[in-house]
């Protein structure tokens, strides 16, 4: 019995490893970030998922927001995390951690599409509903 179990669990720790992108590891702010990115974007595209990683980003980047992902992301009332990802919210996680953008270093709000009370200033991008400012 114990030699039958030891072959299933070596099976399946081979088959992992040769499947890409299955990982008993990720780091914890890249899965804090996709999860970030899904409770927004779950059903959005991907360019708009890269969007809401960007915003998180430039955030914690500017003076005015703390200087840690964790920081930005549990801020209250901002961005709202789940407990689940997809594949395309810790890839767009991956992507924007490695430098990638998709705004400008000044969009650090955004608002739903499903918001109801719109900001009064012009969004300085939209995408897939989504809409970001500036300052």
Known sequence: MR??????????????????????????????????????????SYDAKLAIGTVAMNRMESVWFDDTLDGVLNEQHQFPIGNRYDADSLAAAHEVLSGRRTLGADALYYQTPAASQPRSDKPIAEVEGFRFYDC
Do not use: M, Q
């Open 3 to 44: 030699k039958w179990i030891a072959i299933i669990a070596v099976t399946a720790l081979l088959a992992c490893a040769l499947v890409p992108g299955v990982s008993f590891t990720e780091d914890r702010n890249t899965v804090l970030l996709a999860r970030a990115i899904y409770a927004l974007a779950r059903d959005a």
